[in-house]
Each structure stands twice: as C-alpha cells, then as structure tokens.
C-alpha cells in the first residue's frame, strides 16, 4: 500500500467488505473488499461480466447485494427506501448510455433533481444548472434537447445532472464506452478536471490511460473477485498477478 | 324518391344541442377515462401482485364485452348495485368510462413499459422515490408516444358514445332517430347525422396527429 493512501485511511467514504451479488447460479460477485476514500480517483478495470459494473450499481443500491456489507461515511446501505434515497442523493451516477432525459432540455436536464428531489425554487435550480452546464463546457447548448447533441456532449451533460445534486462521491459506468472516440477525450477531460478539484470518484472503465494517468488506485476484477489492487504504477508496471498480466496483455498494454 | 331537406334544417336546434351533448360525453369519458386508465396501468405493472391481478382482471373483462352490452348492464345493474337513481347520461357515462378506461390502461401499460429501464434508474440515482420518477421522467415520455393510440381510442369513442343511444341519452345518434321516427324522414336524418360525425371527427383526427408531430420525442 502505497504511503499517500495510508495518510488518506482516516477518512473513507466507501467500504466494501465481502460483497457478494447472485443472479441465479451466476455469481456476479464473489466477495469483494475494497476502500475508497475522500479525495480519491478508484479505477475498476477487468474483463467484460467481471463484476465492476455490478459493484458500481450496488453501491448506489440500484442492486441489492446478497452478503457481506458496504459502509457509505461510515453507515452501512440503509434497506428501507427513503433512507436509501438519502444516501442516493450524494452519489452521483454517471451511466454508460447517458440516461439524459430526452423529453427535457440540457438545462431542464441538469435543474431536474434539485427542483423534484432538493426542493429547490425554480430560480435556484435553473442557476445551479447553469452553473454546472458551464463547469462541463457546455453554457451554449443549455436550450438544445439530448437528441440534438453528440454522445460526448450528452455524456458531459449527465456528469452535470449528477453534480447538481452536490454529491460525496461520482460513480462513473464505462462513461466513455459508448461514445465515437473523437468524443472521448471531451468526456475524460471533463472527469480529470473533476478529479483534480478533489472529487472522490469510482470509475469502471476500459480506458487503461485513463486509470494509469488519473487514478489513485487501481482495482483489477475477474469473475467477481478483486484479483489485484494497488496503485497505477503497480498495476500497469509490475502487476504481480498472472491473470492482472493476461488481461492487460490482452488489451496491448504495455504497447 | 323525393327528398326534404327542409326537416334537417325544421330540426337544426334540436341536433345542435345532441351535438352538444355527444362531445360533452366524449370529453367527459376522456377526462375520467385517462387519469383512471394511467392509474389502472401503473397498479398492473408496479403494484402489490394481488392487486395487480385485480386490475388485470377488470382490463380483461371490459377490453372483451361488447360495448352496447356494458350499456345495457350499467342501465339495469348501477341503480341496483349502487342504489343511486342515475340519469341516463351518468349512466352511459359511467358505461363508457369503463370501457374506454381499460382500453387506456393497456395502451398506457404498453408507453410505460416502453421506456428502458435506465430512464427508472437514472432518476433513481438523483434520489427520486418511484413515484417521483414514474410523474417526472417516464410518464411524460410514455405519454408522448402513445400519443396517436389515444388519438384514435379519442375518435372511436367519438363515434362509439352514439351507442348510449339505446338507453334514452339525448346525444345525436338518439335524437337524430327520434326526429326520424316521428317525420318518417330516414335518409334524410342518417345522412345528417352521417355529415355532421364526420364534419366533427376529421377535424379531431388531424388535430391529435398535429399534436402527435409536434411533441414528438426523438431519442
């Protein structure tokens, strides 16, 4: 473990310990531990039906795990569902095919959850939208519907729709995986720059430079497990498990 | 054969007022029809199972009854089951109503079971309750493209409501037929009651496929 990590270990925001999700005989995760603290970049990478993506929706809840526990600042994922929706309103999500919604526009978009779920005036909520649409770069296309945007646009306006809500803690779903690659880069910038601000962030992603450049720590799933976890320098470098070694072979890596 | 006009135009107030009262049937069957069939479609999908098969149930049995004899059935058994005395027009309101209720309820299970589920989550993920998500995220989606479905259950039931007819409501097709019964002027009052249906009913179609353009979502 890396000295910097030990330094942050005061204050974590996510703890998951024994995690395990079935879905029939299929066990998607198979009891996984792992730590992400305030300020950090945690990368998940691995193979497709890994787990990664599971873990990201069961930190939020949007799936139930079956064992073990995760701890958000300290309280373990309330069962009942308005206490779910509180810890829900400071993560937010960012999904691999954006889920705008496409009957309102970037600005009605991102105004959404603090008007129905924060309550906010309509004057208050369209500000902070505005606000958020121009920390993503995109003040000029506050009045353009989703349909008229490119998917790196409707991505950058996703990650505004989430950080309207003020949260803890970004949970990003392969944000880049479904994008042309001339968008991508526009996408990850957009994260980088979150990053650098000192927003904790759980990305599962295929984007190995990504996670070597931003990440903090790195994370490497196969068939629900966490077979390696350390960081970048590590992982990408001196990987010190067989399958850690296949998998970032198989992508090219080191090119 | 010869014709005389001149009973449509002897008639012109009385047909004017039936009028009336046909498209104040058919709004009113809408205005019950489609928050009751939006109700009705979200309890089939999202509700405690048994209830769930409760308003399967109630979608099953209107959805395959002959119109004319839901009719009959609200004349002869409402008064009974109720004890209300209902006047014809609630009457063939109320049978209507449900009709045309389980015919929206399936049209608007289908909208709503349309949108992908990650609209559900995404609204989900900002802290929404279900009930949140369903009023500002997948209903209007939902609503938007069976927009054309309602439109043509809107024209059916515009030209369906002539069937209360059969229970004394003074709607047009009712006093169309007793204008005819005592002048004796039979193609003269169908044709009409034919010109004024259409001359109301075009209209509407082009109206609601108007709407239907301009709302239109395109994802």
């Not at chain 2, 005395?85 to 389980?102: I, R």
Request: with cysteine; proline share 4%; hydrophobic share 50%.
């Amino acid at each position: 473990m890396s000295s910097e990590r030990a330094a942050a270990a005061a204050a974590k925001i996510l703890r998951y310990r024994g995690v395990t999700k079935r879905y029939g005989d299929f066990a998607a995760l198979n009891g996984v531990d792992l730590d992400v603290h305030a300020g950090e970049v945690v990368c998940l990478i691995g193979p497709s039906g890994s787990g990664k993506s599971t873990l990201l929706r069961c930190t939020n809840a949007l799936e139930a795990i079956d064992g073990g526990e995760i701890e958000f600042e300290g309280s373990a994922l309330p069962r009942e569902e308005a206490a779910l929706r509180a810890v829900r309103r400071r993560m937010g999500m960012v999904f691999q095919s954006f889920e705008l919604f496409p009957h309102l526009t970037a600005l009605e978009n991102v105004a959404e959850g603090p008007r129905t779920v924060l309550r906010a005036v309509r004057e208050e909520a369209q500000r902070r939208a505005h606000a958020m649409l121009a920390k993503v770069g995109l003040s000029d296309k506050s009045a353009s519907y989703p349909s008229a945007l490119s998917g790196g646009q409707q991505q950058r306006v996703a990650i505004a729709r989430a950080l309207a809500m003020e949260p803890d803690v970004m949970l990003f779903d392969e944000p880049t995986s479904a994008l042309d690659p001339e968008t991508i880069g526009e996408v990850l910038s957009v994260m980088k720059a979150l990053a650098d601000e000192g927003m904790t962030m759980v990305v599962v992603t295929h984007e190995m430079s990504f996670a070597r450049r931003v990440g903090d720590w790195v994370a490497v799933f196969d068939a629900g497990r966490i077979v390696e976890q350390g960081p970048p320098k590590q992982i990408f470098e001196a990987p010190t498990t067989e399958r850690t070694r296949d998998f970032l072979s198989h992508l090219g890596w080191p090119a | 054969m010869t014709f005389d006009w001149s009973v449509v135009a002897d008639h012109r107030a009385a047909l004017v007022a039936a009028t009336g009262t046909t498209i104040l049937l058919t709004i009113a069957t809408m205005a019950i029809a489609v928050p009751c069939g939006i109700v009705v479609a979200a309890v089939r999908l999202y509700a405690w199972p048994p209830l769930r098969a409760i308003a399967a149930a109630y979608v099953e049995l209107f959805r395959n009854l002959p119109l004319i004899l839901v009719v009959y059935w609200a004349f002869y058994v409402l008064p009974i089951a109720t004890g209300l005395g209902l006047s014809p027009f609630a009457t063939g309101l109320a049978a209507l109503a449900l009709n045309v209720t389980a015919y929206n309820a399936e049209t608007f299970r289908a909208g709503l079971g349309s949108i992908r589920r990650g609209q559900l989550e995404a609204a989900m993920a900002l802290g929404m309750s279900r009930r949140q998500a369903l009023r500002r995220v997948i209903l209007p989606q939902a609503v938007r493209r069976i927009l054309p479905v309602l439109a043509s259950t809107w024209v059916s039931l515009f030209k369906d409501t002539s069937l209360v007819s059969v229970i004394a409501v003074g709607e047009l097709a009712y006093v169309a037929m007793q204008i005819r019964a005592q002048t004796f002027r039979v193609l003269e009052m169908l044709t009409a009651m034919a010109v004024i249906y259409w001359l109301l009913g075009y209209p509407q179609a082009k109206l609601v496929d108007w709407i239907q353009r301009r709302y239109a979502v395109t994802e």
